[in-house]
């Protein structure tokens, strides 16, 4: 089972405990196993999804949006980005180069068509920008993609 992942990043402190939380819960209901993360790994819910399934056991594939996209993400994840992509089963690539809103869209619809289910970390509010969370959620649900919204309730960005 590939279970893919967006979200909002910039997450609170609190809100993020709360995501944890809600992702290793969600985790338990999958064999290790058959259990597959799909992510951009970027700072925030991309990379606790992908901590949280190595964690239970599954297995790991990376999308990456641009050539320099991990360049793009703040220098205090990088160890984190770091690790987690040499801990992938597999990666894939856009092809594209530069860090943006096209290429971050085009690494998610990559890692749509790869899910058998899309995980939202989403506050059900409008993208800030595209290739926001809520256009990954307009597409997933396009292309057939089910999609499992994880929100804290009474949380906020």
Do not use: N
């Not at 980005?81 to 990559?110: C, F, K, N, P, Q």
């Amino acid at each position: 089972m590939r279970v893919g992942i967006t979200g909002h990043r910039g997450l609170s402190t609190e809100v993020e405990q709360r995501v944890r939380a809600i992702l290793t819960a969600a985790v338990a209901e999958y064999e290790a196993g058959e259990l597959i993360a799909v992510s951009c790994i970027a700072d925030g819910p991309d990379a606790w999804w992908a901590e949280t399934v190595l964690a239970h056991g599954g297995r790991v594939e990376v999308v990456v949006p641009a050539e320099r996209y991990r360049e793009s993400l703040p220098e205090s994840h990088w160890p984190v980005y770091d690790r987690l992509y040499r801990a992938a089963a597999e990666v894939h690539h856009t092809g594209m180069g530069t860090s943006d809103s096209a290429a971050h869209m085009a690494g998610s619809e990559i890692l749509v068509g790869l899910s058998d289910v899309l995980l939202a970390v989403w506050d059900g509010k409008p993208a800030w920008g595209f290739g926001g969370t809520a256009d990954v959620v307009a597409y997933a649900e396009r292309t057939g993609v089910p999609v499992r919204v994880v929100w804290p309730d009474g949380a906020s960005r």
